[in-house]
């Protein structure tokens, strides 16, 4: 059974880097039949896909436009986790962050517990 | 992007009732290889997010036999034969046919 376990801060300033890690028992970071994504979900925006990492042969990430000049996805195999970090995050960024697997046969099969971060002062 | 368009917003229905969700999609979800990566989610008040079908009619492992998926390239329905108080909640089409992956923006489902 896999399970994903989410960690870091709840709370962060305004255009500081929101930071989260997602730790993975069940399942392999290096999978070759896997994706590692993080998805947030707000009353505004529903729920977004932000990014992911994978490899295949080699690492690869994706981003979505509307942050990519802002996030950072990396795994960690030493840790078999992930993590995520957002940069210059301003309120429009509070949400709940999920963390989840992705494979070839579509949609996410196992998500991380959320992590409701909030950007305030 | 492709745009998920869910209908309706809310859904109130009495136990043991049918329920009906649509979801259109602003273009065909066919892949390359002809399969669909059109999958459904339930989100309980609290809960993270849990996927019942994938590929458009593919049940997960656990899902009750009342929930079943149809559709074919830009319309899809998820069905729930009975509706039982534990179906309470969101629901959530999604597309994974294009990146990046887009949800609609949900199905409340509640018990008359």
């Known amino acids: 059974q896999v399970q994903l376990q989410q960690s870091g801060p709840r709370l962060v300033k305004p255009s500081q880097t929101l930071s989260l890690t997602c730790a993975i028992s069940?399942?392999?970071?290096?999978?070759?039949?896997?994706?590692w994504n993080w998805i947030r979900q707000s009353p505004s925006r529903g729920l977004e896909w932000l990014g992911r990492?994978?490899?295949?042969?080699?690492?690869?990430?994706d981003y979505v436009v509307s942050v990519q000049s802002r996030i950072t996805i990396t795994p960690d195999t030493s840790k078999n986790q992930f993590s995520l970090q957002l940069k210059s995050v301003t309120p429009e960024d509070t949400a709940v962050y999920y963390c989840v697997r992705d494979t070839e046969e579509g949609g996410p099969d196992y998500w991380g517990q959320g992590s409701l971060v909030t950007v305030s002062s | 992007d492709v745009v998920m368009t869910q209908s309706p917003l809310s859904l109130p229905v009495t136990l043991g009732q049918p329920a009906s969700i649509s979801c259109r999609s602003s273009q065909s979800l066919v892949y390359d290889d002809g399969s669909t990566h059109l999958s459904w989610f339930q989100q309980r008040p609290g809960q993270s997010p849990r996927r019942l079908i994938y590929?458009?009619?593919r049940r997960d492992s656990g899902v009750p036999d009342r929930f079943s998926g149809s559709g074919s390239g830009t319309d899809f329905t998820l069905r729930i034969s009975r509706v039982e108080a534990d179906d309470v909640g969101v629901y959530y089409c999604?597309?994974?046919?294009?990146?990046?992956?887009?949800f609609g923006g949900g199905t409340r489902v509640e018990i008359k």
């Open positions: 999604m597309q994974g046919t294009y990146w990046p992956p887009t």
């Open positions: 990492t994978y490899f295949r042969s080699k690492w690869y990430t």
């Open positions: 069940g399942d392999s970071v290096s999978s070759s039949s896997a994706t």
């Open positions: 590929q458009v009619s």
